[in-house]
């Protein structure tokens, strides 16, 4: 099995921490399914080298992300034609089964948990298809992943976990319902088998890769009540409106929670509306921060650039009004159409998208045609809202909205952490030993996850957090 790196992941030069965070969980969930004598292999290259002259194995399965696609196909061209049997599957198949099929004997359409074990059932008794399409959704009676095929020492987050698929909400950039397309398109695991998967997970810290982990309030309720006094540690991703939901919040607190993936996705209301992001359209973003801080909680921000209603303007308005909110970090996208969305459909309706040039993909480049502003002012202002987030002086400034000393250094130790330190981290990654950073990570989380009371914040809002509001 698997998981091909994008050229950047593999450079001899410089490798960023990111491409070492998380292992390849997709393809050891699949292994999962496997019985107890088939011999299983499982690599991911962005954090080791292949070797293409291994002894011939039965099954190659390879899963592409749009910006490993070219490497994937040339990784399964050059297992068929020592004929072996390459399967493909995963998000980008999934968006263009008719391009992966050409370089493999089979494809998988959708989540593979139903599809999968016919596949290897199937594949046996020597009649795979070349084609199996998701159409029942379930995790129910999910194998325990092969956490035993994952190499725990090259990574800095090996616990990361799902506990479901999807979302409930249906944003138009987002690669959700193009992947469920067929069946439903947001479920989750029962409680009890999630915090038995957690149990299985050794160590204080975990990352929820969840799409939503607040998705569900029923489950989402009953997990943290579960989690609750286990000691855990752990960061996720919600949207706007849960964190403003009453309570939900502090039950996740109670349970480990000390940093959030938030996807404000744009300053500008009316993007959100065109963007159909509409949990997101009349929140008051500032006291989503607010909220989240006062139970210390750290913000990962998540902002997309290149909406119809944004102007030159839009950076610098956005990397202010994150600064004076505290927010811890922040993650910047050009937006990127990607194929199977409706945004893409929209797009080439309009007859704006530029090529399908997949390496380019990567919500770095503008591989669209943008309405209030230019390509190259698009993609400069994005390069410099890096920049300026992350300069020592705005670190310094978001740390100074927090109200304790303790709470000054965890954001400096954080923000810092992730982006001031990027040659240090290269160190780490190239002795293999990544996972002894993960006590630092970890006290950082803690420290700043001492619970206070909720009180109102000293600043008053800024101009930008009153507009956004
Ligand atoms: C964690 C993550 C990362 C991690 C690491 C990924 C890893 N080691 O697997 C990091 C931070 C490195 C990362 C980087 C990027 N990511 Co990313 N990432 C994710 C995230 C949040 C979770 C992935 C995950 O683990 N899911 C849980 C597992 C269980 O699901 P899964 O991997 O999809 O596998 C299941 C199915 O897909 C299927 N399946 C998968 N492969 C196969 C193969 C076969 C044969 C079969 C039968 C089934 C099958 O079965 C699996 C079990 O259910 C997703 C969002 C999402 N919800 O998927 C985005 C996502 C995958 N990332 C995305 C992108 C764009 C990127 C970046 C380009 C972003 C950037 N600007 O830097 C980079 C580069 C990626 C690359 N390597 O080329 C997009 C991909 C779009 C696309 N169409 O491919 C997603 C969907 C986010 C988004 N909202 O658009 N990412
Ligand atoms: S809330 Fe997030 S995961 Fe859900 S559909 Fe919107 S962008 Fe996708």
Known sequence: MI?????EATSPFFRPIKYSLFPPLGLATLAG???DDDEVAL???HVERLRLDDDRPDLV????????????????DAYRARGVHVALGGLHVTSRPDEAAAHADTVFVGPGEDTWPVFLDDLRHDRPRARYASTERT???LPPVRRDLIKRHRYLVPNSIVVSRGCPHHCDFCYKDAFFTGGRSFYTQTVDAALAEIDRLPGRHLYFLDDHLFGNRRFAEALFDGMAGTGRLWQAAGTVDSVLAPDLLERA???GLRSLFVGFETVNDANLTAQRKRQNVGRDYAAVVRRLHDVGVMVNASFVFGMDDDGPDVFDRTVAWAIDQGIETATFHIMTPYPGTALHDRMQAQGRMLHRDWDLYDTRHVVFRPRGLTAEQLEAGYWRAY???YRWGSIWRGASTKDTTRGRLRHIAYAGGWKKFEPLWNVVIRSRQVLHALPLLEAVLSGFGERRAARPRRTEPTKEAALVA
Do not use: C, K, N, W
């Open 3 to 7: 998981l091909p790196a994008l050229t």
């Open 33 to 35: 399914y496997l019985r």
């Open 43 to 45: 690599y991911d290259e």
């Open 61 to 76: 399965v390879i899963q592409p992300y749009i910006t490993s696609a070219r490497r994937s196909y040339e990784l399964a």
């Open 139 to 141: 995790l129910t009676g």
């Open 253 to 255: 607190v109670a349970a």
């Open 387 to 389: 920049r300026d987030f």
